[in-house]
Each structure stands twice: as structure tokens, then as C-alpha cells.
Nanobody
Framework: QLQLVESGGGLVQPGGSLRLSCAASGFRLDYYTIGWFRQAPGKEREGVSCISSSDGITRYADSVKGRFTISRDNAKNTVYLQMNSLKPEDTGVYYC???????????????????WGKGTLVTVSS
């Protein structure tokens, strides 16, 4: 069974930082493209960042570019999302997703991923 478990969410003030973790089990994480998504109440799930399985190339949504950083630690079979300069609009449930067959230059659509974690809540508020 392939499993992804997110952690690291919580309450943070605007301008603060959080580091989310996505721990994988049952498969080699470095063989998969990994995406981070978020969903605010009443809104569609949107892509935040992804890291490719082939070459480790990273991509970011315009809304988080320059503030968020995705990274992979193969030894720990874990992917991270470092979030800095957080804004209230960053609030939502953050999901980790994995799939071995995401085409090159893709990765921001939920339909491209077959494996999902259960999410971790991030709340940015003063």
C-alpha cells in the first residue's frame, strides 16, 4: 500500500513560517513526481508546488513564488515544503500527492496524481 502522511501544519501569524513534511511509505518517493496542493473553504484545490521525479526540477504557483520552497530528502523518503512570509490567503488544508507518470512540465492539476495524503491544516491569522 502506498501512503503519504503530511505534518507540520498549524496556526501562524502573517509573515511567519512553517515547514510541512510529506513522509512516504510503500514506495520510493524519488521515483515519483510530488506535488503540494491546498484547498481553502469553498474553493477548488489548487497546485502550490511540485518536484519532478526525473531530474528534481521544481515549479511553483505564481502566488507562492519566492516565498515557498519544495525539497526532497531521499534518505528519509520525505518531501518538504518550506513556507515563508505567510499571508492570510495561504490558509487552507495542504495535501501531498504523488504519481510516477506526471508528464514533463505538468504537475499542477489534481487530476495528474493518483496518490494523496489526508492533509494538514495551515491557518495564517493575527
Amino acid at each position: 500500500q502506498l501512503q503519504l502522511v503530511e505534518s507540520g501544519g498549524g496556526l501562524v501569524q502573517p509573515g511567519g513560517s512553517l515547514r510541512l513534511s510529506c513522509a512516504a511509505s510503500g514506495f520510493r518517493l524519488d521515483y515519483y513526481t510530488i506535488g503540494w496542493f491546498r484547498q481553502a473553504p469553498g474553493k477548488e484545490r489548487e497546485g502550490v508546488s511540485c518536484i519532478s521525479s526525473s531530474d528534481g526540477i521544481t515549479r511553483y504557483a505564481d502566488s507562492v513564488k519566492g516565498r515557498f520552497t519544495i525539497s526532497r530528502d531521499n534518505a528519509k523518503n520525505t518531501v518538504y515544503l518550506q513556507m515563508n512570509s505567510l499571508k492570510p490567503e495561504d490558509t487552507g488544508v495542504y495535501y501531498c500527492a504523488a504519481d510516477p507518470n506526471v508528464p514533463t512540465n505538468w504537475g499542477f492539476s489534481p487530476y495528474e496524481y493518483d496518490n494523496w495524503g489526508k492533509g494538514t491544516l495551515v491557518t495564517v491569522s493575527s
